[in-house]
């Protein structure tokens, strides 16, 4: 289960074959969570990966966003959900919560035509592209899941072989 954090504006998982997803609507209609679930147990040693695009608010520009995940198996669960303090980063955590830095908005592109505007708009910051901000923060999003991946994989490979 992915926690979905302030600072997102929108969710939208993206269905891929072997898995079951269901979300929780918040009152405006973004996903609060969203759970995949594999249609059968994952083999040891094969990795699975789920993706979802993400569309950061305005708001989230220049921080660090972090996606709490939940990760049940058919033999115990982990929380990835720890956030360093001050003075320590994700690898000194046992399970960090997988965590996007939301970079600054895409400047818009000019008309190619060197026209130029000379009404009070021409100041204000240029709006982002909707489709790039999707793209851009889907592929986040799809990094961060498969992030959280790749670590069970490692972890249960580590478990398995100190057991």
Not at 116 to 132: F, G, L, N, W, Y
Request: glycine share 12%; net charge negative.
């Amino acid at each position: 289960m992915v926690t979905v954090p302030d600072g997102v504006g929108n969710v939208t998982p993206v269905v891929e074959g072997g898995w079951s997803i269901q979300r929780t609507l918040g009152d405006n209609g973004v996903p609060t969570t969203v759970t995949y679930t594999a249609d059968t147990p994952i083999e040891t040693g094969l990795a699975a990966s789920v993706s979802m695009e993400v569309l950061f608010d305005s708001s989230a520009q220049g921080e660090t966003i972090r996606f709490p995940v939940v990760q049940k198996c058919v033999t115990g669960s982990t929380s990835w959900s720890e956030v360093p303090e001050k003075g320590q980063t994700a690898e000194d955590l046992d399970h960090p919560a997988p965590a996007v830095t939301v970079g600054p908005k895409a400047a818009q592109a000019s008309d190619g035509h060197g026209s130029s505007t000379t009404d009070a708009t021409a100041d204000a910051a240029p709006e982002a592209d909707p489709v790039a901000r999707w793209l851009g923060a889907g592929g986040l999003a799809a990094g961060v899941i498969a992030l959280v991946v790749a670590i069970v994989a490692a972890t249960r490979r580590r478990g398995r072989s100190d057991g």
